[in-house]
């Protein structure tokens, strides 16, 4: 039995999971994605051949990012992924709900960046990274009061 069927503690295959996860358009989406940029028609992508397709998706992922992406769900450990590893990392990499600190974070980046006296995206980060008290790449509302006041 492969590892990919193989039933999780939950009693669940991948397959099942995937498709509970993805509606039938973003199957498809995914699927006509996964063939056009199969460009030696093997049934897997590499990692060039992923970066195409994100960055088709309106995606920019760097290629060490995508490495460690790929590592993480090619189960057969090839280097490539098949349609379903491919499905499995939109899933847990590409769909995942945004939380309210990462749209909280991204209206401070451009609100940094178009509003007052404007500052570049570098110095947006450096504020930001400044501000960061727990390290997460995001300001919350404690570290941003904290930033505001001076602590003599």
Known sequence: MSRRR???SSGSTLE?????????????????????????????IDIAELS???T???LH????????LIRQVDED??????????LNLMVRHINKPVTKDEIRSAFFSTI?????????????????AAADINGDGMINYEEF???LVDNE
């Open 6 to 8: 193989k039933e999780k």
């Open 16 to 44: 099942e999971d995937l498709l509970r996860e993805l509606s039938r358009e973003q199957m498809i989406e995914y699927f006509e994605a996964f063939q056009r940029y199969d460009h030696d028609g093997s049934g897997t």
């Open 52 to 54: 195409d397709i994100m």
């Open 56 to 58: 088709s998706m309106g």
């Open 61 to 68: 992922v760097r290629e060490d990012d995508l490495d460690v």
């Open 77 to 86: 450990r090839s280097g490539n992924l098949d349609f379903l590893e491919f």
């Open 112 to 128: 940094l960046t178009t509003r007052g006296d404007r500052m570049t995206l570098e110095e947006a980060n450096e504020m930001i």
């Open 145 to 147: 009061s904290a930033a």
